[in-house]
């Protein structure tokens, strides 16, 4: 099975228990090969993409968290070989917003960010991550506890259904190696700001 050209879709919303993932378009430029895994070679792709008003929301116990509220989300070029290897060059977030109570006005959201820029992402064999450069601009978090004394990040990840559930307690297994994530440079820049409100 193989593509090679433009793909565009619009107006996608996919609903799994408590979580509503949707975008208002998508784009895709490039090409992509798959063959059975017994025969030669596996999944290849490479190109680039295009993602505009990317959101993620979760309801739980009647509260609605936007988990993510993406303006745009851009990639400058997707290289997965058949190996399993892939590497991302040029990506950016453009009007972020993470972890937000929709009944909270003005610093509801724990992070929010005008654009996140990574100049290369390479994810290999064993779970290993390396990402080059990280520039976050025009970022402000906001980290409040609540009058109870809880901090309001922790609030937001103990609602999600699977913020509770059991580890798992199968014994990892030697042989394969530790994940790994590495960052080169994280830089902060625009107008920028760290906002920590006790009640």
């Known amino acids: 099975i193989s593509q ?10 996919l609903q799994y ?14 090409q992509m090969r798959f063959a059975p895994a017994s025969g030669e070679g596996g999944v290849q792709v490479n190109g680039a993409l295009k993602i505009d008003g990317l959101g993620a ?9 936007v988990l993510a509220n993406i303006g745009a989300v851009e990639v400058a070029d997707i290289t997965l070989g058949d190996n399993g290897d892939l590497l991302v060059s040029g990506l950016t977030l453009s009007d972020a917003v993470f972890a937000r109570d929709v009944k909270e006005q003005g610093d509801g959201s724990v ?26 601009r025009d ?26 559930r059991e580890a798992d307690k199968a014994e990892p297994d030697p042989e394969q190696p530790a994940g790994r994530i590495s960052v080169g440079q994280i830089m902060v820049t625009g107008n920028s700001a760290m906002i920590l409100i006790d009640e």
Not at 17 to 30: P, Q, R, T
Not at 57 to 65: G, Y
């Open 4 to 13: 090679q050209g433009k793909i565009q879709t619009d107006a996608i919303k």
């Open 17 to 30: 228990e408590e979580f509503e993932i949707a975008y208002s378009s998508l784009g895709w430029e490039g």
């Open 57 to 65: 929301d979760t309801n739980v116990a009647d509260i609605k968290i």
């Open 111 to 136: 992070l929010s960010a005008g654009a996140i820029a990574m100049d290369r992402i390479q994810i290999t064999a064993g779970n290993q991550i390396e990402i080059g450069t990280m520039d976050w």
């Open 139 to 164: 970022t402000v978090s906001v980290v409040r506890r609540e009058a109870d004394g809880v901090w309001r990040p922790v609030r937001i990840v103990n609602t999600l259904p699977f913020a509770n």
